[in-house]
């Protein structure tokens, strides 16, 4: 593509959402209160598999101030589908998942609804339901899930993909394959093989805004829901298949969102809140506690990964083994197919066999968190890569760079690359001053790397003009990190308007043209190119009209940024006078009288997007006698392919890196053995906090993607993907240890520093740090 | 039994009714309307809720609302003076020192107290006061600048 300049690209504006958010005006999901409003609370399963043999509401209903009881069977069945924007789900799962049927399959899993006038009021009437439960044994991992005999969860499941074995009276919800070449034959020609095995926990997305909504449904059926979501239309359109209504009557209308991370797309209230209402005709609101966003939203997957990779003596990778199983939660539906795919991505390996499993357990289903699948892959791959340049006594970025995959090349999961920033961020990492700074006693440095897809898909947007030439900007995206003043930029950018005089807007369902949902790192690429589009079309118009104006054939004028030129001797139709250039706000006070408003659409369907590559290095130094570790340097480089807003792009960078230390150091479902999580508060779940990490250095690398005009990719969610690696590689330098289970807390990483130092005979009680 | 409760909040005197278990977070939002103040966790581990109870700062979640009679609260709608935002806020938006938003109050409330204690506060210092508010979208890093940046401005103002 050809070098562009930018006015407005790449500066630092204000955000236009910000004064409202740093001055507490923003309303959020649980900032909306409605007149006459009741509050929900929810019956949750005190087991984390039960049959329930009956549920008796009528003590609940009779109760103070209670206007409104709900259980399973007041929702209709339904087997509906609808996009979840990068894969249709069935919303039965959906439906079962927020109001139990027959059967619990998750501790917290709720069973019952109620709306009373007070909250007080709706959480003494839970405590008058009377459930029976038949308890059953509960499966809480991959191995406990897939061993024979285990209990099932669900005894309609069938084995989605590639079955090996029994597809029906199983846990194993789908069975995926990757293959290229010939694996058996590719490690023969390997001089040095490394095979391990991985572990990682699950882990929640850790929003700090609770899930929450409000919502009314009239007389008519017609129900209008406020609420935080990353996906406006997944919530419309999830409420009305669930809830028993006409998706036309259903208006959803996105608050500020207080994060997602993926954990916002499905819907785990609004059709409660919706179905509630409709029995009482009062608007009801809900509002999760940090506990029920715990035990009953989000997290990610769990897994098991096992991986065997060959090299030759030259570092040259040869052959690929990898087996994943991911925990679905208690519905079918674990990232572990996007998993597989990333799992090698940066690499050319001409012989890889790739299987992936996606297991049923009796833990909350999971939800799309940063990334979906990728980090717990590639945690697995990177560990073993730098284990193979450890036994080829290679530099690590070496390694990486003699296989780095380039355009041209098939990438490990189909497609063949476009241009790719891979070995530019490989060439970046090299050359920064931390890669050759010293590493301090105690310390160790690790490199990883990581890869996300992006995303495409549909996105519309509209532009209308004032009169005075300032600009309003209506799409389908909840703003997340930033995607309103990146959009701005960009109509600033198209029309020569001045940023500030840009008003974005995130537009309810009746208003944004359909929108797939903020996530897969596609506002900016395909929102933003909508954005773009519906900006060139408000530019063409102020060109009809400054012709008319003039009187010339609209070819006949030239944009020349934020100004319509006239051809030579044209005269102004109105005066006579010698036609002068005219800025927009000058065309934009005529238009009444030129056509009438100026108003510019785009919609569109990006099928691809721009892949993503990262590398982060991380430095560790590890507390001997405690097993505590803290990072104390840290980089992260990524390519972006343009940044639109470089602190935006910065911000998500540094939080995606922070998310993935939290991942690798402390974050992680602690489950007793009735299935029951011990750890559902931020006490104990324990998320980084300031004082945990040192400042985040980024470096943007930009290589445009060509399904850009402006070269976009996107850019949060490949910083989540190498921080696991990157942590645990510096866990394996400071320590000597490889580590193969994550979380590194301390309590696991004393313990074997501990069974290292004491097989170091003759040297009690010291410790081998730095090795 | 209702209780009723004389207080003064931002400056100015409030009155509401509680119930005796109510929290003070409950009564800012949903009684008294300013919803600036976020409840993100009901324990006191994420700060979001975050205000000044006779200029100490505290997360609201853990004080029962009639504990505010006689006493003083600060929220986030009452640290910018008339048409003019607080310097933290303001270097907030010129650091890009959020994301989401939602823990934005509560750590300019925090900081607002840390800049009130120690007007200029090292890294370290502003990273451990700052431990009590969590954030899940910027991994502290604009955050710490912006606060570390306001501290210089102020200073700046103040030698002037």
């Known amino acids: 593509m050809s070098e562009r300049t930018f006015e407005v690209v790449g500066t630092r504006p204000v955000r236009h ?20 409003m009741l509050h929900g609370a929810l019956l949750r399963s005190p087991h984390a ?6 549920i008796d509401t009528r003590a609940a209903a009779a109760a103070p101030g209670v206007k409104a009881v709900l259980i399973g069977a007041d929702l209709p069945d339904t087997h509906a589908t609808i996009s979840l924007g990068e894969a249709a789900m069935d919303v039965r799962d959906m439906s079962h998942n927020l109001m139990a049927r027959d059967k619990v399959v998750y501790h917290g899993q709720p069973v019952a609804a109620v709306a009373a006038t007070t909250l007080d009021a709706a959480r003494e009437a839970l405590g008058r339901i009377v459930v029976q439960y038949e308890v059953l044994t509960p499966v809480l991992t991959v191995d406990e899930a897939l061993a024979p005999g285990a209990p099932l969860l669900h005894d309609d499941l069938v084995t989605k993909g590639a079955a090996v074995g029994p597809k029906t009276g199983t846990n194993l919800a789908g069975r995926y394959e990757f293959k290229r070449g010939d694996v058996a034959a590719g490690f023969q020609e390997a001089d040095t093989i490394v095979e391990r095995e991985f572990r990682t926990a699950t882990v929640h997305q850790g929003y700090i805004e609770p899930h929450a909504c409000i919502a009314r449904c009239g007389e008519d059926g017609r129900a209008v829901v406020w609420c935080s979501t990353q996906g406006p239309f997944v919530v419309r359109d999830a409420t009305a298949a669930i809830a028993g209504l006409d998706a036309a009557h259903v ?32 608007p009801v609101k809900m509002v999760m506690s940090r506990d029920e966003v715990f035990r009953a939203t989000g997290p990610t997957s769990g897994t098991k990964v096992h991986v065997r990779i060959g090299a030759r003596r030259d570092g040259t990778i040869v052959a690929a083994r990898v087996s994943l199983w991911y925990e679905a939660g208690a519905f079918r539906g674990s990232p572990v197919g996007a998993g597989a795919m990333c799992a090698l991505a940066p690499y050319t390996i001409p012989n890889f066999f790739i ?8 833990k909350p289903k999971v939800a799309a968190y940063r990334a979906p699948g990728s980090p717990m892959a590639m945690f697995a791959v990177e560990s073993v890569i730098d284990e193979i340049a450890r036994e080829l006594k290679m530099d690590p970025i070496d390694l990486r760079l003699k296989n ?67 600009a309003a900007v209506f799409t389908g995206n909840p703003d997340i990190g930033g995607t309103r003043a990146a959009q701005a930029m960009m109509v600033a950018e198209e029309l020569g308007v001045d940023v500030d005089r840009v008003r974005p807007t995130v537009a309810d369902t009746d208003t944004a043209g359909y929108t797939d949902v903020t996530g897969g790192s596609r506002v900016c690429f395909a929102t933003g190119m909508a954005v773009i589009q519906a900006a060139q079309e408000v530019r063409e118009e102020l060109k009809r009209r400054a012709a008319k104006m003039w009187n010339v054939a609209p070819e006949q004028v030239t944009w020349e940024r934020g100004r319509v030129l006239p051809p030579a001797g044209a005269k102004d139709a109105k005066s006579g006078a010698d036609a002068q250039p005219l800025t927009v706000a000058q065309i934009a006070a005529r238009m009444t009288h030129t056509g009438g408003p100026i108003v510019g659409r785009a919609a569109l369907y990006a099928p691809m997007a721009g892949p993503g590559f990262g590398a982060h290095i991380c430095d560790l130094e590890v507390d001997p006698e405690t097993g505590r570790s803290r990072v104390v340097r840290y980089t992260a480089l990524q390519d972006v392919g343009k940044a639109v807003h470089p602190s935006y792009v910065e911000g998500q960078i540094q939080g995606g ?15 007793n053995r009735d299935g029951v999580m011990e750890n559902a508060g931020f006490l104990d779940y324990r998320m980084p906090v300031a004082s945990d990490l040192p400042f985040i250095d980024t470096v943007i690398v930009e290589v445009p993607n060509p399904l850009h005009p402006y070269g976009v990719r996107g850019v949060g969610e490949v910083p989540i993907v190498p921080p696991l690696g990157a942590v645990a590689n510096a866990m394996r330098s400071a320590t000597g240890i490889r580590f193969t289970e994550l979380p590194l807390s301390p309590p696991r990483v004393l313990e074997q520093i501990a069974g290292v130092d004491a097989r170091r005979e003759g040297r009690p009680g010291t410790v081998a740090v730095g090795a | 039994m209702k209780l009723h409760i004389n207080t003064t909040i931002n400056g100015e005197p409030a009155e509401f009714l509680c119930d005796g278990h109510e929290t003070l977070v409950s009564a800012l939002r ?25 200029g100490r700062l505290v997360p609201s979640c853990l004080v029962l609302a009639p504990e505010a009679h006689g006493r003083s609260i600060t929220t986030i709608e009452g640290i910018a003076s008339g ?48 431990a009590g508010n969590l954030c899940r979208c910027t991994g502290y890093d604009k955050i710490i600048r912006a606060v570390l940046d306001t501290a210089a401005t102020m200073n700046e103002a103040a030698a002037v």
Not at chain 1, 412 to 438: C, E, M, N, Q, T
Request: aromatic fraction near 8%; include cysteine.
């Open chain 1, 17 to 36: 959402d910000g004064v409202d958010k740093v001055t507490g005006r923003a309303a959020y999901g649980a900032d909306a209160n409605w007149p006459g």
């Open chain 1, 49 to 54: 598999h039960a049959r329930i043999v009956s």
């Open chain 1, 251 to 282: 208006k959803v209308i996105p608050s500020e969102i207080g994060g997602g991370f993926g954990g916002k797309i499905v819907v785990y209230l609004e059709p409660i809140a919706v179905a509630l209402s409709r029995k009482a005709q009062r």
């Open chain 1, 355 to 362: 299987d992936a499993h996606d297991v049923v357990v009796n």
């Open chain 1, 404 to 470: 780095a995959a380039a355009e041209g090349d098939q990438a490990a999961y189909g497609p063949k690359f476009g241009p790719i920033g891979l070995r530019a961020v490989l060439d970046a990492a090299k050359r920064h001053p931390h890669w050759s700074a010293p590493v301090g006693p105690n310390q160790g440095r690790g490199f990883a790397l990581g890869f996300w897809f992006n995303g495409g898909m549909n996105s519309a947007a509209t532009i209308t003009l004032g009169a005075d030439g300032s």
């Open chain 1, 657 to 671: 890196a922070a998310q993935g230390i939290g991942w690798a150091l402390n974050e992680e479902y602690v489950y």
């Open chain 2, 30 to 54: 949903n009684t008294l309307g300013l919803t600036g103040t976020k409840e993100g966790c009901s324990t006191g581990d994420c700060g979001a809720c975050s205000v000044l109870l006779d």
């Open chain 2, 83 to 130: 048409d003019t935002l607080h310097p933290l806020q303001r270097v907030f938006l010129e650091d890009a020192a959020l994301q989401c938003g939602v823990c934005t109050p509560g750590f300019i409330i925090a900081a607002k107290a840390l800049l009130d204690a120690n007007p200029n506060p090292t890294e370290a210092q502003a990273r451990f006061w700052l």
